[in-house]
């Protein structure tokens, strides 16, 4: 079992293709090579674990933009799967932390702007109540994390699909880390749902 690097466990969640990439060279922007396995089962089940425990969610500017312009229009959508809706009425009510420089006033409810190193801001969320601190796909939040070993937990799909090249999560230089494989799925069309928990 791991002891959370602070008050409340950090739970980073993300896609990553087979050879190792979570967006693609050409487009990063471009998540259709995601979309034939987000909307299984095993995905569905893999992201409510995520944010059932989770009072936080901390994101990049560019994923909250395409996350909250997203999910609130499913809300109340006949034939939506529930667990789709559960999440997006999560994502609307809970408290949410964007990094950003850009960005000076939120444009959603129930948000602040942070415009500060990603490890000092989890540092400042941990030290208050709270339940999980769930950081959604934003990989360079992630990867500013991993990179102060501020993870506790790493939330992983991996997808049968080769994108031939564009950025990679785990960059050469990060310290020394040991995990521990808590759960494992097997989904729809060959997809992988891995969750590890950092030893500490």
Known sequence: MSTPSGGRRVV???????????????????MSWVM????????????????????????GRVNAEGFLEYWPTIIGVEGVDPR???????LVDTEK????????????????IANRPAG????????ADG????????????????AVDKVDRLSIMIFPVFLGGGPRLF???LPDAQWTLVSQANGEHGALALVYDRVR
């Open 131 to 146: 339940g999980d601190i769930a950081v959604l796909s934003s990989a360079s939040v992630i990867k500013a994390l991993l």
């Open 36 to 59: 034939p396995y987000a909307m299984t089962e095993v995905a569905r089940d893999h992201l409510t674990s995520l944010w059932t425990t989770a009072t936080t969610a901390l994101l």
């Open 84 to 90: 789709d809706e559960g999440f997006a009425k999560w």
């Open 171 to 173: 960059d050469d230089g």
């Open 97 to 112: 932390v964007v990094l950003s420089s850009p960005l000076d006033e939120p444009p959603w409810e129930r948000t602040t």
């Open 120 to 127: 000092e801001v989890v540092s400042e969320l941990q030290a």
């Open 12 to 30: 980073a969640n993300i896609n990553i293709s087979l050879d190792g990439h979570y967006a693609k060279p050409d487009n990063p922007l471009d």
